[in-house]
């Protein structure tokens, strides 16, 4: 039988209702996902991969968001990879 995963994928708290992260991580995803195009429009059209990597950098990002940010660039590699059929 195969249990389900109850928790976080970036920490031990328990998921959040249909994630597979914490109410803290999602909220952190959602928030860098609705910041994209304010970012995009503030530096020039900057990449999702260049602005995760702004996100991960800066010292004013918290530490959840900069755990989101490194698995969304991750996720990034990763499917870029695939599409390439080549490993990260």
Not at 61 to 67: R, Y
């Amino acid at each position: 039988m195969l249990r389900q995963m109850t928790s976080c994928r970036l920490c031990k708290r328990e998921r959040a209702p249909s994630s597979t992260l914490c109410k803290y991580h999602l909220a952190a995803k959602k928030n860098i996902e609705a910041g994209y195009n304010l970012w995009s429009e503030a530096y020039g059209n900057v990449t999702w991969k260049e602005y995760l990597q702004k996100l991960g950098n800066n010292a004013e990002t918290g530490q959840w968001a900069k755990e989101v940010a490194k698995m969304l660039s991750d996720e990034s590699a990763e499917q870029r990879s695939e599409a390439r059929g080549t490993q990260p």
